[in-house]
């Protein structure tokens, strides 16, 4: 019997009709392996994975081979974005194994959960030196009833192996100024000076070491920090990982020179990049960069945004073409035949043009994907505009690709502070609506009455499994942003109750952090990275919302857990920079204070904007009304800091020594690095 079809995860609801018997991952599944002498196989995945797709349409929606497995195995399906716990652990021991990774995940578990043997895709028939699927199995069913005690010994080993590591601490001190400037070289080194970006195929979107670029420049005045990160984001936006007709990014390009994507959108590549590109606004005033960020922005509301007010996780990177096949790109590619079909002769030469579209192709069968080759500013704004707007309407009536409707608290926490900010800085009230509306989804659903938060939900309702790390560290983050833009202090409030939980829960001895609670489900090893991939660690991102909380309430505790955590900065960042960059960026807002600013006045008034507007790494901002008995209730740096003669006044604080109050906008973007946007 499939146990699939209650579940909340829509990549599992995917599954709930396989022939497969599948259930959850539940101490019931490993209790029935027990009772049966059988082993657990254990198939990890997520919504947007192409090739779990593929694997899934091979093996496990075929009867025969569902039939054998469900014979000799109890068949446990994970969506990894859902049990990061679980797949963390796993993932660690597939790469120590077969020295490699990825998803579809497939590993063999006895009944106490240790694993014996690994993989990821298997073929339904050999090819390229892999065996089929059925063969895995038949192998693995057979060294489990002849070979036993081999297997118990293997897998004794793998978890001895797995729980000896040394868990990672903090590191002895704090990143400074070597180890950043260190850092800085080690990404100039990696740095595609040719096609912006760094290293080669396949090419990540660097969001992380972007945001450590911009800061590092605003504290130093680096020029060649800003000069990769403006080249990066100007080569990313050109290039076919951006949407150019509806905006928002892929998951990443196939090829160096940014024309070929994989197509799946997630929500955590938008939500950082449309953040990196308003900052990059903010230090520069380019206008590419704020039209990408407000595109990015409102592609997030009106593709991700669930009814709830949340945001869904992502959109597949396959759909259906036009010979009913599911095919990866689909929706979004073009050959030079269906842009006559839109937009007439001239107009499609035109489009052909602009966008880079040829007769050969840049993808597949002769479609190309759509990009703008040449950064030509002399073309017709108005025509762009117009052929623009006829590709867009004329693609919504393609097939689209599926959506992961799960609303993920991380992801979620990154989307709340990309759209608090890009509103704030474009006068856009409508994007701070969605992130408070977004907050409040997580609040509602996610947050129970001890402010313990729950990972995932799906059409209002709580998926069940406990916060990590990463969500906790993302959510503050978020709630933080909306804060200091909205200037409701509930935010704040909500943002200490979950760094409490950091404090009591999630740090261990020496300032090391741990991607589970203390007392969440025990897994063979407790999970622990503090290194930075698609999204920031839970470990960098908690530093960061415990070094913000600190600046705004003075709390002692939490700027002792976020240096203590920063610790492991020290030691990794002039190693593997590009893998530790938001807790590189935070390091560079520990170095520049971070700066403390408050606003006594109206909430969005004209001093409180350039105070957002400020690019000092960090620097906090509490904005509202200071007189009264309440003064300081909500924002502890507001208490005690009146308007002078009556006018609208900031005051900036750092490393225990403040400025003069001031009443002067100019004075104060002087202050805290002036925008270019403003000047």
Not at 515 to 536: C, F, G, K, M, V
Not at 619 to 641: C, M, S
Not at 643 to 666: L, W
Request: glycine residues 10%; contains cysteine; hydrophobic residues 40%.
């Amino acid at each position: 019997m499939n146990r699939l079809a209650g579940v909340t995860s829509p990549y599992l609801l995917q599954h709930a009709d396989n022939p497969v018997d599948w259930w959850p991952w539940t101490p019931e599944a490993f209790e029935e392996a027990r009772r049966r002498d059988v082993p657990v196989l254990l198939s990890v995945g997520y919504s947007a994975c192409h090739w779990c797709h593929v694997m899934a349409h091979e093996s496990f929606e075929d009867d025969r081979v569902a039939a054998y497995l469900n014979e000799r195995f109890v068949p446990v399906k994970v969506d990894r974005e859902e049990r990061p716990d679980v797949d963390a652990v796993y993932m660690e021991a597939v790469q120590a194994a077969t020295g490699q990774g990825g998803w579809p995940m497939t590993v063999f578990l006895t009944a106490d959960a240790e694993p014996f043997y690994f993989g990821t895709y298997f073929p339904p028939e050999p090819r390229h030196g892999m065996p089929s699927f059925q063969q895995v199995l038949e192998g693995v069913s057979a060294a489990w009833t002849e070979r036993r005690d081999e297997v118990a010994e293997v897998a004794g080993r793998i978890v001895h192996d797995l729980t000896q590591r040394s868990l990672v601490h903090g590191g002895e001190g704090l990143p400074g100024e070597a180890e950043l400037a260190q850092a800085l070289l080690g990404l100039t080194r990696e740095y595609d000076e040719k096609r912006g970006g760094f290293g080669g195929a396949p090419k990540f979107p660097p969001s992380m070491t972007i945001e450590f670029l911009l800061r590092h420049h605003a504290r130093t005045g680096a020029e060649g920090a800003l000069q990769m990160a403006v080249d990066t984001c100007g080569a990313m936006a050109r290039g076919g990982m951006y949407d150019q007709l509806g905006g928002g990014f892929a998951r990443y390009s196939v090829d160096r020179e940014w024309v070929v994507p994989h197509f799946e959108k997630m929500l955590y590549d938008n939500a950082l990049l449309c953040r990196v590109y308003a900052h990059l606004w903010r230090a520069t005033g380019s206008e590419v960069a704020r039209r990408v960020a407000l595109e990015t922005a409102d592609f997030m509301v009106r593709e991700l945004r669930t009814a709830e007010g949340g945001f869904a996780s992502a959109l597949d990177a396959d759909s259906e073409d036009g010979a009913g096949r599911h095919v990866e790109g689909a929706y979004y590619v073009w050959t030079p035949g269906q842009l006559r079909e839109v937009l007439g002769e001239e107009d499609a030469a035109f489009a052909a043009e602009h966008f880079g579209v040829t007769e050969e192709g840049t993808f597949e069968e002769g479609s190309s994907v759509l990009r703008l080759p040449s950064a030509d500013a002399g073309a017709d704004a108005d025509r762009v505009a117009r052929v623009r707007a006829a590709l867009l309407a004329a693609r919504e009536l393609r097939p689209r690709p599926g959506r992961d409707d799960k609303v993920v608290a991380a992801w979620n926490g990154l989307a709340i502070a990309a759209l608090a900010e890009t509103g704030a800085y474009f006068d856009r009230p409508d994007l701070v609506e969605r992130a408070t509306e977004a907050a409040d989804l997580l609040v509602r659903v996610h947050m129970g009455d001890v402010a313990r938060l729950d990972r995932t939900s799906k059409d209002g309702r709580s998926g069940g499994h406990a916060g990590v790390l990463e969500d906790y560290g993302d959510v503050a983050e978020g709630f933080l942003a909306l804060a200091s833009v909205t200037g409701e202090g509930v935010w704040l409030e909500f943002a200490g109750f979950l760094l409490d939980i950091v404090l009591q829960h999630f740090t261990g001895e020496g300032g090391q952090l741990y991607d589970t609670a203390d007392d969440a489900e025990r897994l063979i090893r407790r999970p622990q990275d503090p290194t930075d991939n698609a999204t920031p660690a839970g470990w960098t991102a908690a530093a960061g919302a415990l070094l913000s909380y600190a600046a705004h309430t003075g709390s002692e505790a939490h700027r002792t857990a976020a240096e203590g955590a920063l610790g492991v900065v020290k030691a990794l960042g002039p190693r593997v920079p590009r893998f530790t960059s938001w807790g590189l960026a935070v390091a560079e807002a520990l170095l520049d204070g971070p700066r403390e600013v408050a606003v006594a006045g109206p909430v969005g008034g004209e001093l409180h904007r350039t105070a957002l507007l400020g690019t000092a790494p960090g620097a906090v901002v509490a904005a509202g009304e200071t007189a009264g008995e309440t003064a300081g209730a909500e924002f502890p740096l507001l208490a005690d800091r009146p308007m002078v003669g009556g006018a609208p006044t900031a005051y900036v604080c750092r490393h225990f020594v403040c400025d003069a109050p001031t009443t002067d906008r100019e004075e104060l973007a002087r202050s805290l690095g002036a925008s270019p946007a403003e000047d």
